[in-house]
């Protein structure tokens, strides 16, 4: 289960997407749920990038964070573990990249160039798993540890949230935006 209490305001577009990671048998069934909106993003807040890169580490032979979100560009794949990791991603059945990481400390940067939820394995390993929501907008948020989510400055209109969690894939609901209004939602994801 998500519960969000967005807080939408500004000026007019009309998707959003959210995403979210679980196990079922633990915890992680809270950490993410993530919105985006797919259009009109000119017309809505600056995409702003981060400062440094995002990572994919294969840590302990696991991937850390087990779900993340991030836009569009650099991504860097990192091994901290001194084992073989064959690191490969997808977006549903196509390839994003496929890579050896043979030594420990190893990193390697990648441009991850569409939006989707991105599914990332190992071959060394085959319980390795995890996600990384690629965003092209600036109107996507992961979920904090409680469930809630933010996303600031939407542009007023009617929008779609998607919300994406692991274990009970989307669900997607109808949100109207009003200016200078916050709006809250609540979502219940289950199976
Ligand atoms: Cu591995």
């Given at each position: 289960m998500c519960s969000h209490g967005p807080c939408l305001q500004a000026h007019g577009v009309e998707k959003i997407f959210s995403i979210g990671p679980i196990s079922p048998e633990e915890e992680k069934l809270l950490e993410a749920c993530l919105p985006e909106l797919k259009k009109n993003i000119e017309k809505g807040k600056a995409f702003a990038k981060p400062a440094k890169p995002p990572e994919i580490e294969n840590l302990k032979c696991d991937f850390h964070p087990h779900v993340q979100a991030m836009p569009t560009g650099d991504v860097v794949i990192v091994n901290s573990d001194p084992v073989l990791h064959n690191t490969k991603s997808f977006f549903d059945r196509t390839p994003v990249f496929n890579l050896a990481l043979p030594n420990q400390g190893q990193r390697i940067t990648r441009s991850v160039k569409r939006s989707g939820i991105m599914r990332i394995e190992c071959d060394a390993h085959g319980w390795m798993l995890g996600w990384a929501y690629v965003a092209d907008n600036p109107y996507y948020?992961?979920?904090?540890?409680?469930?809630?989510?933010t996303i600031a400055d939407i542009p007023p209109g009617g929008y779609t949230l998607v919300a994406w969690q692991e274990f009970t894939g989307p669900i997607e609901v109808s949100v109207t935006v009003k200016a200078?209004?916050?709006?809250?939602?609540?979502?219940?994801?289950?199976k």
């Open positions: 948020a992961i979920t904090q540890k409680d469930g809630t989510f200078k209004e916050a709006t809250s939602i609540n979502l219940e994801l289950k």
